[in-house]
């Protein structure tokens, strides 16, 4: 997922889980912005973490499958020579 799919993806949820929080209050939805621009921040900073989050597991990924693969190799050359 791109970086800005992932920022603004958690920024829309943010601001939809303020405005779900003032309705179930009985609150006017229109008051307050500065509680939506505090929402769609907080939850932007989530979507920037969890793209980094994924980010840096793919890799670990990348390197634990190289790892995989070169042990794999290893074992079948020696199986071979041994038969």
Do not use: C, W
């Amino acid at each position: 997922m791109a970086l800005l799919t992932s920022i603004a993806g958690f920024t829309t949820f943010g601001v939809a889980a303020r405005g779900l929080a003032l309705t179930v209050q009985r609150r006017p939805i229109a008051s307050g912005f500065g509680g939506y621009a505090i929402s769609a921040a907080v939850f932007g900073g989530v979507g920037y973490f969890m793209h980094n989050l994924e980010q840096r597991q793919n890799e670990l990924l990348k390197e634990r499958m190289t790892v995989l693969t070169a042990n794999r190799e290893r074992r079948l050359a020696v199986q071979e020579d041994s038969a």
